[in-house]
């Protein structure tokens, strides 16, 4: 087994064969596709929670103001929306700082600029289209129809074989309520952490067998 985690994370207390470490979504993207291309999986588990956006960088006010200032000036007294587009989007990325390290406590205001991350799960079967892929869906105060919705959506975007969904607010301590979703609708409703992790165990074995 291989267990991909980040660097803080609690490690498991079963035996693992590999044991691989990452710093974010880029990261997370590079050690998992690495490890599809040379290693056949029979299931994947994605149950790690990756951010949507990831940090371009920073800006201060007064630097932003002041590059777009200067890039309005530079796009002259023609009207090109094409030209002025281009060049405010210049000045923003003059305007950014990198976000690595210690944000200095000297600025009265930042803007962040976030790009959107890649879909890490959709490369699980693109390289490997026959493991079984398990992923998760959280929501916060959602409908269970919307909450369904939402998981039947990611499995087919991502083909996903099942998906685990829950909402956040029926997550406290150990109870950790959720319904197993696959292709049929809903599979089971686990209400622990323990549950969760028997019952997806349970129905990857059950699928493994049904295509042997």
Not at 4 to 31: F, N, T, W, Y
Not at 46 to 65: F, K, N
């Amino acid at each position: 087994m291989t267990f991909l985690c980040g660097e803080r994370s609690i490690r498991p207390a079963l035996s693992m064969d590999k044991i691989v470490e990452i710093q974010g979504v880029v990261s997370l993207q590079k050690a998992l596709k690495e490890l599809l291309s040379n290693i056949k999986y029979d299931s994947v588990v994605h149950s790690m929670a990756v951010s949507d956006y990831t940090i371009r960088g920073l800006a201060t006010e007064d630097a932003l103001i002041n590059e777009l200032l200067k890039a309005i000036s530079d796009s002259g007294t023609v009207y090109d929306e094409k030209q002025l587009y281009s060049n405010i989007q210049q000045a923003i990325s003059n305007a950014l700082y990198s976000a690595t390290g210690k944000i200095s406590s000297d600025f009265d205001s930042l803007t962040v600029f976030m790009d959107r991350a890649p879909k890490v799960i959709s490369c699980v079967k693109q390289i490997q289209p026959n493991t079984i892929l398990v992923g998760f869906k959280l929501l916060s105060h959602v409908a269970e129809e919307a909450l369904i919705q939402a998981a039947q959506e990611q499995m087919r975007s991502n083909g996903s074989d099942f998906v685990l969904a829950n909402d956040l607010s029926n997550i406290e301590g150990d109870h950790h309520q959720g319904m197993l979703i696959g292709s049929d609708g809903i599979l089971d409703r686990p209400a622990t952490k323990q549950d969760i992790a028997e019952s997806i165990a349970s129905h990857v074995i059950g699928k493994m067998t049904e295509q042997r």
